[in-house]
């Protein structure tokens, strides 16, 4: 049995109120292609499908007719799980329906624990998988609010509840392990040690948990993630993968080999997990340094020669702005004729204090709060706000039981 392990597609997601439709397009198509070449029988997709709780209709439109080529490949079965920027409703709604095409819906954890757990059947009818479809794991699924709790408090009770989830399963996957049927969880969460990039959002339970791969039951012959988008394994384990987003969606990511990885078993036991890197369609290009080193490495920057033209994001060290950078951009632009779209970020950097400013930040450590505040109210308030003001700020303080001086 081959399974294909994918995640975090984000369909709808823009860079910035730029189009991607086209490059998930080009990976749907290419991840057709490979269900078909390698003969996968199970798809595993470990959450966000969508980039957000309300998909546009070109998304849904994408995400649907992609499910109805599956039908047209060797794929047998499909496990989706919802993810933190997924709706659980708008998952769940066509659940009923997709599963008489074997498409599998657990947008959330359901109320009865066990329909998480998805058994696969070859074509004689004979079990040959089980997957244990854990979803992005809300508040409410784990039930760990407890008032006046420190954070470390609520760190370790989020980590223990996450924990104790996976391992809920154990009494139920026992008999199948016993019959050397393999098991398979997923999960959408952060885990210890993971290196994310800059379009992963925060999530409240993956990132306050960070979870360790032992808090997995070692039950399990292989677990499925999603969220980070970098692919990457857990804590050096290898059995416990990030398959990481198909696209790169942020500049952090440009120099990210997108892959989907394909697990093959046999006879029970895991033979092979190989991951298979997702052509690139559009190079994204991140540049960094004072204007000159800048326009320096964008003369350098040659065609990458891929099937979109590369888009480059310009970050440019200066002490002042930079009025004209625009301009200066599409002279170099006109010259790099390939460059389809700069994305320009001006970075204010520092000057160098002085000696009277240094004396006058370690004078300000000598100063009552009273005195630091008629300070920057001389320097920022109108004179007829003043009064008002004070009277507010000393009013403050006396609730904060501080003397007003």
Not at 43 to 57: C, E, H, K, Q, W
Not at 286 to 305: Q, Y
Not at 344 to 370: C, I, M, S, V, Y
């Amino acid at each position: 049995m081959k399974i294909l392990h994918t995640a975090d597609w984000h369909l709808g997601k823009k860079l910035e109120q730029c189009e991607r439709t086209e490059e998930h397009q080009d990976f749907l198509d290419w991840l057709i292609e490979k269900l078909r070449a390698e003969c996968i029988d199970v798809l595993i997709i470990a959450g966000d499908v969508f980039d957000t709780g309300s998909p546009s209709n070109t998304a849904l439109e994408q995400y649907y007719h992609f499910l109805r080529m599956v039908k047209d490949t060797c794929c047998r079965e499909v496990v989706i799980i919802g993810g933190n920027h997924d709706s659980i409703s708008t998952l769940n709604a066509p659940k009923a329906l997709l599963k008489y095409f074997n498409v599998h819906i657990v947008g959330g954890v359901p109320e009865v624990f066990t329909e998480q757990i998805i058994p696969i059947h070859d074509q004689q009818g004979k079990l040959e998988l089980v997957v244990c479809a854990v979803p992005f794991l809300r508040d409410r699924d784990i039930r760990l609010s407890i008032s006046g709790e420190s954070n470390e408090e609520r760190e370790q009770r989020i980590k223990q509840g996450i924990s104790d989830h996976y391992h809920r399963f154990v009494e139920h996957i026992t008999t199948y392990k016993e019959a050397n049927v393999p098991v398979i969880a997923t999960g959408h969460l952060f885990a210890a040690g993971s290196t994310t990039s800059e379009s992963e959002k925060e999530i409240h339970v993956g990132n306050l948990g960070q979870v360790h791969g032992d808090h997995f039951p070692v039950e399990f012959n292989y677990i499925a993630l999603g969220h980070i988008h970098r692919p990457q394994l857990v804590n050096r384990m290898e059995h416990i993968r990030y398959s990481g987003s198909p696209i790169p969606l942020s500049f952090s990511e440009n120099e990210d080999r997108k892959q989907v990885l394909i697990l093959e078993f046999q006879a029970g036991t895991l033979i092979s997990l190989v991951p298979h890197e997702v052509p690139c369609g559009r190079k994204l290009i991140r540049i960094k340094g004072d204007l000159e080193s800048v326009k320096r490495k964008l003369l350098a920057l040659e065609d990458p020669g891929l099937k979109y033209k590369p888009w480059v994001e310009v970050q440019v060290e200066t002490e002042t702005a930079i009025l004209d950078l625009d301009q200066q951009l599409a002279q170099i632009q006109a010259e790099k004729p390939f460059i389809e779209r700069f994305f320009p970020r001006q970075n204010r950097t520092r000057q160098h204090k002085t000696l009277d400013a240094f004396q006058e930040e370690l004078a300000l450590k000598d100063l009552t709060p009273k005195a630091v505040f008629v300070k920057r109210c001389e320097s920022k308030v109108a004179e007829e706000e003043f009064p008002e003001l004070m009277k507010t700020f000393e009013e403050a303080l006396e609730l904060m039981g501080q003397k007003a001086e």
